[in-house]
Nanobody, 122 residues
Framework: QVQLVESGGGLVQAGDSLRLSCTAS????????MGWYRQAPGKQRDLVAS???????NYADSVKGRFTASRDNAKNTVYLQMNSLKPEDTAVYYC????????????????WGQGTQVTIST
């Protein structure tokens, strides 16, 4: 089993910054993508940013230029630096990873964190 522990959410004002962190632990033999999704009340869960094991990053259009995702493969940790925050960024942010708990053959499945609330006030 794989556990994801997130930290760094909170309540800030528009224009401020926050940094989220997420560390994966457990019987992990490999991780492909790690990233962040968010879900606002009454809306679906959407991709914010995803980082491959090779370092390629995919961002949602709404956060490009403001958010920066990064990853430390040695620590199984993914980060999300969020700058110039807007009220519309308010959501629960979920960490996600695609991991294998088998050494051979590898079988990757998605795991999710419990979510961390990010609230941006005007």
């Amino acid at each position: 089993q794989v556990q994801l522990v997130e930290s760094g959410g909170g309540l800030v004002q528009a224009g401020d910054s926050l940094r989220l962190s997420c560390t994966a632990s457990g019987s992990i033999f490999g991780i492909n993508a790690m990233g962040w999704y968010r879900q606002a009340p009454g809306k679906q869960r959407d991709l914010v940013a995803s980082v491959t094991s090779g370092g390629n990053i995919n961002y949602a259009d709404s956060v490009k230029g403001r958010f920066t995702a990064s990853r430390d493969n040695a620590k199984n940790t993914v980060y999300l630096q969020m700058n110039s925050l807007k009220p519309e960024d308010t959501a629960v942010y979920y960490c996600q990873c695609s991991a294998s708990t088998r050494s051979f053959p590898r079988y990757y499945r998605d795991y999710w964190g419990q979510g961390t609330q990010v609230t941006i006030s005007t």
